[in-house]
């Protein structure tokens, strides 16, 4: 047989390209440093780069997993890998023309906010227990920390099943803006979630009364949570309904 044409061995053809450390074909990003693989195989063998956008997102997340992963993960060696699924770019604003270099704090834990929500809306409970943690941490190291920022670590305490701290967050928000939508619906799904149906009937009943003036407002969290608004609006609706009751404002 041809050498030249002899496959090569494994080992040789499935290495990190930045560390050079043996990989699987499925891995998304090195195991031992973390580095994005920046090719993938088509169908018949052949090896496509990474489009613009795809390269963004993983490179994004391989930073925000290392950078957490030496101020906030403490031992992580035993824990789950990463899941597969890139940043959802639309969650997290405009792409900008670059990858920023390097990513800020904020700009980290808003990347492990994104992966620890993904896994728990795909059901990647292995990811979830992994992300969610190190999510907080990373908005809890911040200098300070903005409305958007607060409302991003109510969802994550109630996606750890801590509704009492999602609800001490939502009192934060409501204390500067009293009337904030999110804020707002947090109080009322953490209330329910502890069990006060009536507390989170009167949530629900504030976040409908101030729905119009508070989305007329365009604060910069509410566009950047643009498609969540109405989901929570029928959630509020649909609460009042199924126990017979209307908001003022219908």
Known sequence: MNQKNAEKPAADRLRCSNCGSERAAADKFC???GAPL???????GKIRGLSGLQGFGLALIAFAFGYALRHYGGDLSQRPEPPAQSISITEVGALPSAAPSPASPRATADALFNQAMMAQETGDTAAAAQFTPMAVSAYRGLSTLDLDGRY????LNMAAGQPQEAL???RTMLSEVPNHLLALS???QAHLALGNTDSATFYYRRFLEEYTPEVAASRPEYLDHGRTLPRRRDEARRFLQERGLRPDND
């Not at 920046?38 to 018949?44: G, L």
């Not at 991003?152 to 969802?155: D, F, G, I, Q, R």
């Open 31 to 33: 195991r031992n440093c």
């Open 38 to 44: 920046r090719v993938q195989a088509k169908p018949n």
């Open 152 to 155: 991003h670590v109510a969802l």
């Open 168 to 170: 001490s967050e939502a």
């Open 186 to 188: 947090a109080s009322a």
